[in-house]
């Protein structure tokens, strides 16, 4: 994406461990929302975090923001089988609209 | 806790012809955004809602149109389809007009079909 992107594109883990995913952007935000999506179905939100935040926890969920570095990083902890999915970041710093990277896949098998 | 509502959620449709999709946003939310997400793509912004004037607008096509009604709901008409238009029609909404710092949820999405 010529916005931003996501990496690794793919990631491969056993249950148990933890998977981390990374974006970055081009432009100044307001936010930045990461989401889950199982293959071919809707968006979950999983967390927000504020321009003026640099981390932010919601149960094995950990999210980081560097906005100097225009990145932000999704650690999730203990994987489980039911963690495979797609995960996105997006970020938004115009009035409404939200820009999303390009994704992780992410696979964990039990 | 109620969610978004997309309806349908899956259509077929032939070339050239045309489509409506429906999204009912949270109660109480009074913004909608229309994403379109191709096959192995990430969701792209298409346009969005605020009390029911057009807020902003992202790569939607012409001949799509999109508005907001009283209730709150959304409609995005689509003709002329063409084969390029197959993809998933994510519907957001948020609580406010200030959608660049609330959380945008989404609905489980359409899934479009163009023969």
């Known amino acids: 994406s010529q916005q931003g992107e996501e990496d690794p594109q793919a990631l491969s883990i056993q249950e148990g461990e933890n998977a981390t995913m990374n974006c970055s952007y081009k432009?100044?935000?307001?936010?930045l929302q990461w989401y889950r999506q199982n293959s071919g179905r809707g968006l979950v939100h999983l967390i927000l975090?504020?321009?003026?935040?640099r981390e932010k926890h919601s149960g094995r969920l950990r999210v980081t923001l560097d906005t100097s570095k225009k990145s932000s990083s999704l650690l999730i902890t203990a994987s489980r089988a039911a963690d495979t999915a797609s995960y996105f970041c997006?970020?938004?710093?115009?009035?409404?609209?939200?820009?999303f990277g390009t994704g992780t896949k992410l696979q964990v098998i039990p | 806790a109620a969610g978004v509502i997309q309806s349908p959620r899956h259509l077929i449709k032939e070339k050239r012809e045309t489509a409506t999709l429906k999204c009912y946003p949270i109660?109480?939310?009074?913004?909608v955004y229309w994403y379109q997400q191709g096959p192995g793509q990430d969701p792209q912004f298409l346009i969005s809602?605020?009390?029911?004037?057009?807020?902003d607008k992202g790569s939607i096509p012409d001949r799509f149109s999109a508005q907001q009604f009283s209730d709150y709901h959304s409609e995005l008409n689509m003709s002329s389809l063409e084969l390029g238009d197959s993809a998933l029609y994510f519907c957001?909404?948020?609580?406010?007009?200030?959608?660049?710092?609330?959380?945008?949820?989404f609905g489980p999405g359409t899934r479009l079909t163009v023969l």
């Open positions: 957001a909404s948020s609580p406010t007009g200030t959608g660049s710092t609330d959380t945008q949820y």
């Open positions: 109660p109480r939310h009074d913004t």
């Open positions: 809602f605020y009390e029911k004037m057009q807020s």
């Open positions: 997006a970020w938004s710093g115009g009035y409404q609209k939200v820009t």
């Open positions: 432009t100044s935000i307001n936010n």
């Open positions: 975090i504020r321009s003026n935040e």
